[in-house]
């Protein structure tokens, strides 16, 4: 079993529109929770860092840990064409320097 | 921008050449990453470094070595190329072991 799971897509909505993206993992002494946004032939780039549990929002962004469900989510709002990206997750248990990525969920925000 | 500077970005190479990727950042953390990226794989963990001359292995390091003598560069190097090896090589840096991860551009390696 993956350390961190997350369903590839791809994901397509029409511009406006709210997204979901998600992740579940199997480790529950993961505390730290990120997520990056990656477009074509880029390095990732980090959008929401969060530790332990509860919600951090950013701007359109809003970033939840649900820890007891060991599930993590992302929500874009009012997307626009220029999130189309792959977003990764990425999770930490703060040890042994061992980030846990999940392999990213293609998005098309359709105009 | 997180002053991470990969080279070379690509390279076509044939098995069984030596190869070494460089990554030089400039600021001055002192966590360094390298990642290899792969379809259906995602990110993997190839070696890191927590300081000068201090480096330790990841999750995917067989065929790979690293070396950090400055704590602005950290070098990674493919003794003897795979056609496995071909893939987009990422370098990091973060200020703490817990920190955010900063990710440089990319190296596409290609071997032949």
């Known amino acids: 079993q993956k350390e961190v799971e997350q369903d590839p897509g791809p994901l397509s909505v029409p511009e406006g529109a709210i997204v979901s993206l998600n992740c579940t993992y199997s480790?529950?002494?993961?505390?730290?929770f990120m997520w990056y946004r990656q477009y074509s032939r880029k390095g990732p780039e980090l959008l929401m860092y969060t530790y332990s549990s509860g919600n951090k929002e950013d701007g359109r962004f809003t970033a939840q840990v649900d820890k007891s469900s060991k599930y993590i989510s992302l929500f874009i709002r009012d997307s626009q064409p220029s999130d189309s990206a792959t977003y990764l997750c990425?999770?930490?248990?703060?040890?042994?320097?061992?980030?846990?990525f999940g392999t990213g969920t293609s998005l098309t925000v359709i105009p | 921008d997180a002053g991470i500077t990969q080279s070379p970005r690509h390279k076509v190479t044939e098995t069984g050449t030596p190869v070494t990727l460089r990554c030089h950042q400039t600021e001055n953390h002192r966590y360094m990453y390298w990642y290899r990226q792969d379809p259906g794989h995602g990110l993997r963990l190839i070696h890191y470094?927590?300081?000068?001359?201090?480096?330790d292995k990841g999750e995917v390091s067989d065929g790979y070595s690293v070396s950090r003598s400055k704590t602005e560069d950290f070098l990674l190097t493919l003794e003897s190329a795979t056609s496995s090896q071909t893939s987009v090589y990422f370098c990091?840096?973060?200020?703490?072991?817990?920190?955010?991860?900063?990710f440089g551009e990319g190296s596409r390696l290609t071997v032949l």
């Open positions: 990425a999770m930490s248990a703060g040890t042994g320097n061992q980030f846990y």
């Open positions: 480790n529950s002494a993961f505390q730290y």
């Open positions: 470094s927590y300081g000068v001359k201090d480096t």
């Open positions: 990091a840096i973060s200020v703490t072991y817990t920190g955010e991860l900063f």
